[in-house]
Nanobody, 127 residues
Framework: QVQLVESGGGLVQAGGSLTLSCAASGRYLNTYALGWFRQAPGKEREFVASITRSGGTTYYAAPVKGRFTISRDNAKNTVYLQMNLLKPEDTAGYYC????????????????????WGQGTQVTVSS
């Protein structure tokens, strides 16, 4: 079993950048595919980005493609989400998730396929 802890959220102006981190403990991170999801008040949780175990393949939701980058450092047991050109509509709680399943798109975008979740970190983008 793996435990996930996100950090790096905060308040930023539109056009700015933030980097979220998700540190894993309990198991080696390289046995899990990882994803980032977000949930804004009054909205359903939505897929943001995901990355395979090796880091060789990444997937992005259309609204963030070209602005966000997911990466992982298995030696540090950490996954990152670099967010650039942030927009007010990016405001949400951001959650890291892990799965032991071997998935490909579009399964990597389905939060039902992830069995482990962090507590979330808030990102607020002001206009």
């Amino acid at each position: 079993q793996v435990q996930l802890v996100e950090s790096g959220g905060g308040l930023v102006q539109a056009g700015g950048s933030l980097t979220l981190s998700c540190a894993a403990s309990g198991r080696y991170l390289n046995t899990y595919a990882l994803g980032w999801f977000r949930q804004a008040p009054g909205k359903e949780r939505e897929f943001v980005a995901s990355i395979t175990r090796s880091g060789g393949t990444t997937y992005y939701a259309a609204p963030v493609k070209g602005r966000f980058t997911i990466s992982r450092d298995n030696a540090k047991n950490t996954v990152y989400l670099q967010m650039n050109l942030l927009k007010p509509e990016d405001t949400a709680g951001y959650y890291c998730a892990a799965t032991v399943n071997v998935l490909t798109a579009p399964a990597m975008e389905d939060d039902r396929n992830y069995g482990y979740w962090g507590q979330g970190t808030q990102v607020t983008v002001s206009s």
